[in-house]
């Protein structure tokens, strides 16, 4: 199994890019065998928070520290967390309201198979995700 950290550049989105394009971007330079993300949503502080958590409750989001933003999980082809395309469809419903934020890939997995698991436990701050 191969890790790798929110260091290896794919977080990076570009100044005025929509969530969905960065999705699209993010997704275009991993590898097919990718397996989990744990990815993270920053809004602008002036964001309504809840209103826009609400648009991507499909995606199970959770709530980081105190800033406004959002973690959630995505599963490529099995486990646990969202699949890809729901990801993408939530942050579209972000972009259609004119939702303004920062994705960024916190954690890669690639080459995981599972054995009578749902999926990797990440921990971040002392905190089991």
Do not use: K
């Not at 920053?42 to 520290?65: G, K």
């Not at 973690?71 to 990801?87: E, I, L, N, Q």
């Amino acid at each position: 199994m191969e890790q790798n950290s929110a260091a290896n550049g794919l977080s990076e989105p570009e100044a005025g890019q929509t969530l969905v394009a960065a999705w699209d971007e993010l997704l275009e330079g991993l590898s097919e065998d990718w397996s989990d993300l744990l990815v993270e949503v920053e809004l602008p502080r002036d964001e309504p928070y809840h209103p826009a958590l609400l648009l991507v409750s499909p995606l199970n989001p959770e709530r980081c520290d105190d800033r406004s933003a959002f973690r959630f999980r995505v599963g490529h082809r099995f486990g646990y967390g969202a699949a890809a395309p729901m990801a993408r469809h939530c942050l579209g419903l972000l972009d259609e309201r004119q939702v303004e934020g920062r994705l960024r890939v916190l954690d890669l997995l690639s080459q995981r198979r599972p054995f009578e698991t749902q999926g990797p436990i990440w921990r971040l701050r002392g905190r089991s995700l």
